[in-house]
């Protein structure tokens, strides 16, 4: 059962234009939503995450927009840039207990064309 | 600076081989976590641990051991390796109550 679904699997967008990657959850009790940045070679590294009593957060060109009624978040990359060519991972989590597992989505790969 | 360190970024073993993934954390992290990651499939979580000695299975953990005697140390083990268990393997840590994950490079394990 996949809790975290992620979409699209693959975007390729132009130096400038804006990327969005949309993920939505099923677990009511999840209540931290990170995303993780990949580079080829690299381990994931976090991005910038969203609590569910904020509708946005935004990080420079990253933005988080949560819609809680929905159960969706995005990520919006603004001004793309060919740096930010990376795989994007959303996750979900609990943090309830002294330990929190996060669930991922399956991912995303951004190409930014020059 | 923090740091998690796995072994080895590629390894090559033998179907029916016992193989050992090894990860070290210098943050004095309670939490440590084992993943394997797939083309189209994600991050799938197969034992996570929460305190030395302590072990829980994640979401896949058929196939697979792990081992935490000291804090620092998280071992990943591969009972009798098979090919399908070709992939990457990502170790990452996190302090108990804290929600952010600092992730190894990975090792990429090729079983043939």
């Known amino acids: 059962q996949q809790q975290v679904k992620q979409s699209p699997q693959s975007l390729i967008v132009q130096k400038g234009g804006i990327s969005i990657i949309n993920c939505a959850y099923e677990n009511t009790a999840f209540d931290y939503f990170p995303w993780y940045q990949q580079f080829p070679g690299k381990g994931p590294a976090l991005l910038i995450a969203?609590?569910?009593?904020?509708s946005e957060k935004k990080e420079g060109r990253f933005t988080i927009s949560f819609n809680k009624s929905a159960k969706q978040f995005s990520l919006h990359i603004m001004d793309s840039q060919p740096g930010d060519s990376a795989t994007y991972f959303c996750?979900?989590?609990?943090?309830?207990?002294?330990?929190?597992?996060?669930?991922f989505g399956k991912g995303t790969m951004l190409l930014v064309s020059p | 600076d923090v740091k998690v360190t796995q072994s080895s970024r590629y390894l090559v073993k033998r179907t029916g081989e016992k193989v050992f993934l090894e990860c070290v954390q210098d943050m004095d992290h309670e939490n440590m976590f084992w993943y394997r990651q797939d083309p189209g499939l994600g991050l799938r979580l197969i034992y996570f641990?929460?305190?030395?000695?302590?072990?829980e299975k994640g979401d896949i953990p058929e196939g697979y051991s792990v081992s935490r005697e000291k804090k620092e140390r998280f071992s990943l083990i591969l009972e009798s390796a098979s090919t399908n268990q070709t992939s990457m393997y990502l170790c990452?840590?996190?302090?108990?109550?804290?929600?952010?994950?600092?992730f190894g490079q990975g090792t990429r394990l090729t079983v043939v």
């Open positions: 641990s929460y305190d030395v000695k302590m072990k």
């Open positions: 969203i609590r569910p009593d904020v």
């Open positions: 996750a979900a989590t609990s943090r309830g207990s002294g330990y929190s597992t996060l669930t």
């Open positions: 990452a840590s996190s302090l108990q109550g804290n929600t952010e994950a600092f």
